[in-house]
């Protein structure tokens, strides 16, 4: 079984940050597959391109572009990249890094893809900052680690406190569904009281529905904005927006740029 250290994996490396027991990097994937290993310490991989499958010994995860995963330091596993083209960002964590932040570890074990649209909007600022490094990026990618620890602790403290049994199959429409959703849709799909649904919702999503539903609709348009297969306006419509300007307000109120400029600082051209 291959062991890969600090700092390593399978493909090209492009591109790498690294400070204070954190380390970020870029690479393009070129084999078909991987050999089954394990990571020396609990990393993240944001699919920048392609579409890529990951397996372990209890299930195989598909990870097309957008998707984020999971892999615990103790889990072996394999990769195969399923289209010609593929790359992933890395952030990998030095294991003492969660002892010197005060952080619950336990909380993250075992490996998973990720599909709170706020943990993909806090990659999507994180990798903005790798790309564009300055005097001010690693001020910024600390912080919005934390950010990133805290939301995932909240969600899965969230998770683990018997939540009924319509959640999960909640998230699954809000996570897969390209249509307008709305609680009547819901409520017949969940067999639940819209009532009953709007004064749960909040409690077990940390949001209204349509705040959740908004960031769904953003977390989708990172996958395609990382490329550039589409242009803004077919993103738009691929997300449910309206139109292309009701996708760029409401991106400028996560991200504090216009989908444009989004683009234009991480050199992909439309």
């Known amino acids: 079984?291959?062991?890969?250290?600090k700092g390593t994996y399978f493909g090209e490396r492009k591109l790498e940050l690294n400070f204070d027991g954190i380390i970020l990097s870029e690479y393009?994937?070129?084999e078909p597959n991987t050999p089954w290993h394990y990571h020396e310490n609990p990393y993240f991989m944001y699919v920048l391109q392609g579409n890529m499958y990951d397996y372990n010994k209890k299930q195989k995860s598909t990870c097309p572009t957008g998707s984020i995963l999971y892999n615990n330091w103790q889990e072996t596993h394999s990769n195969s990249k399923e289209s010609k083209f593929a790359r992933g960002f890395h952030l990998e964590f030095e294991r003492d890094w969660f002892d010197q932040k005060k952080i619950?570890?336990?909380?993250?074990e075992g490996s998973q893809v990720l599909q709170d649209p706020r943990i993909h909007h806090l990659?999507?600022?994180i990798y903005y900052e790798f790309i564009n490094q300055d005097a001010y990026s690693k001020a910024s990618i600390e912080l919005?680690?934390?950010q990133l620890c805290e939301t995932i602790g909240n969600s899965k403290a969230i998770s683990i406190k018997n939540p009924p049994t319509w959640i999960a199959p909640l998230?699954?429409?809000?996570?897969?569904?390209?249509e307008n959703i709305d609680l009547k849709f819901l409520s017949k799909q969940l067999g639940v009281h819209p009532v009953h649904l709007s004064r749960a919702i909040p409690k077990y999503l940390s949001c209204s529905l349509g705040e959740y539903m908004r960031q769904q609709k953003i977390?989708?348009?990172?996958?395609?904005?990382l490329n550039a297969d589409h242009s803004l306006t077919e993103i738009a419509y691929l997300c449910g927006f309206s139109d292309?300007?009701?996708?760029?307000?409401?991106?400028?109120?996560y991200f504090q740029r216009t989908p444009t400029a989004f683009r234009k600082h991480l050199k992909i051209n439309s």
Do not use: P
Request: aromatic share 16%; glycine share 4%; net charge positive.
């Open 1 to 5: 079984m291959k062991i890969l250290t």
């Open 28 to 30: 393009a994937y070129h």
């Open 104 to 108: 619950d570890i336990s909380l993250w």
């Open 123 to 125: 990659f999507g600022k």
């Open 144 to 146: 919005l680690l934390l």
């Open 171 to 178: 998230k699954e429409l809000l996570h897969y569904s390209t």
């Open 219 to 225: 977390k989708q348009s990172l996958g395609y904005l």
């Open 244 to 253: 292309q300007s009701h996708f760029s307000r409401l991106f400028k109120n």
